[in-house]
């Protein structure tokens, strides 16, 4: 029903940056939260940033001053423009939002399929 299509990965130098971004389709009413997190190789899932359909965000301090989160809710699109990056960055980025289906129904969680990001040193 609904999909969360991420691009923009790929592979840099330490000092470089890049921007991701994450489009979601599908049969969505609204949605309110959208975020990133990031998982490494033998390490859980973490937060990267966070953004309310009002504008506020969230960082974790590991990236709070490098990265920056932003959305177009028209068009249901959250992007992440990551600055300064570093080898212990590198991990696979997904996308999360939270969705709701109809005026009258809860909130869904959905991720997208992820994409790779390479921090060489």
């Known amino acids: 029903q609904v999909q969360l299509v991420e691009s923009g990965g790929g592979l840099v130098q330490a000092g ?17 939260v959208m975020g ?3 998982q490494a190789p033998g390490k859980q ?6 953004i309310t359909s009002g504008g506020i965000t969230n960082y974790p301090d590991s990236v709070k001053g490098r990265f920056t989160i932003s ?4 068009a249901n699109t959250v992007y992440l423009q990551m600055n300064s990056l ?31 990001v390479t921090v060489s040193s």
């Open 71 to 74: 959305r177009t809710n028209a």
């Open 36 to 38: 990133w997190y990031r």
């Open 45 to 50: 899932r973490e937060l990267v940033a966070l």
């Open 16 to 32: 470089g940056s890049l921007r991701l971004s994450c489009s979601a389709s599908g049969r969505i009413f609204s949605t309110n």
């Open 86 to 116: 570093k080898p212990e960055d590198t991990a696979v980025y997904y996308c999360n939002a939270r969705v709701r289906l109809g005026p009258m129904g809860g909130e869904y969680n959905y991720w997208g399929q992820g994409t790779q």
